[in-house]
């Protein structure tokens, strides 16, 4: 059974994950826009993969016996000035999404809630695979600066990349 207050924080991670899904749907639109089909395709992979985060909390509170509870999804932008400006800013969502996953296993440690502190062994390890797969996006970003022709082969690049859910149990 899970405490009030690990029940609590976990419910706020679902929020968390469920927005980070939203935050991606709009910038698969604003590519969708400017005609980057393949940041697109990488962005509607990465609301999938956001979806099944938010899942995976989900099922865990319901599994321990929790109660969830859904607030209300903030509301994203729906613009940037460029690609380079929208993955700068995923960049930065995912470095705040790590430190919500790293409160979470210091609640968990506190709590001495062993079995949250072994499930949140995952998304640790996913947060690191996170923040070092836009990383090197925005790295070839600033690369590529004003060249439309990098920018089109970093689309078609972007483009291969498909949301494919772990196995059970991973």
């Known amino acids: 059974m899970l405490k ?3 029940q609590k924080a ?6 968390a ?7 991606y749907l709009a910038m ?3 590519f ?14 990465q609301v999938q993969e956001e979806l099944f985060h938010g899942m995976k909390f989900y099922d865990y509170v319901c599994e321990r016996g929790g109660k969830v509870t859904l607030e209300s999804i903030a509301k994203p932008e729906s613009s940037w000035k460029s690609p380079l400006v929208a993955f700068k800013q995923i960049q ?3 470095e705040h999404v790590t ?3 790293n409160g979470l296993v210091d609640l968990a440690m506190a709590e001495k809630d062993h079995a949250t ?5 995952w998304f640790v390890a996913e947060q690191v695979e996170e923040e070092a797969s836009v990383g090197e996006i925005v790295d070839k970003l600033k690369l590529i600066k004003e060249d439309t022709s990098g920018l089109f082969l970093l689309d078609a690049e972007l483009g291969r990349r498909v949301f494919t859910p772990p196995a059970k149990g991973e």
Do not use: D, P, T, V
């Open 4 to 6: 009030e207050k690990m």
């Open 10 to 15: 976990l419910n706020g991670q679902i929020n």
């Open 17 to 23: 994950e469920m927005y980070s899904s939203y935050l």
């Open 28 to 30: 698969e639109a604003y």
């Open 32 to 45: 969708q826009s400017i005609s980057l089909k393949g940041c697109a395709a990488w962005m509607r992979a």
């Open 92 to 94: 930065k969502h995912e």
């Open 99 to 101: 430190a919500l996953i």
């Open 117 to 121: 502190l072994n499930f949140l062994q």
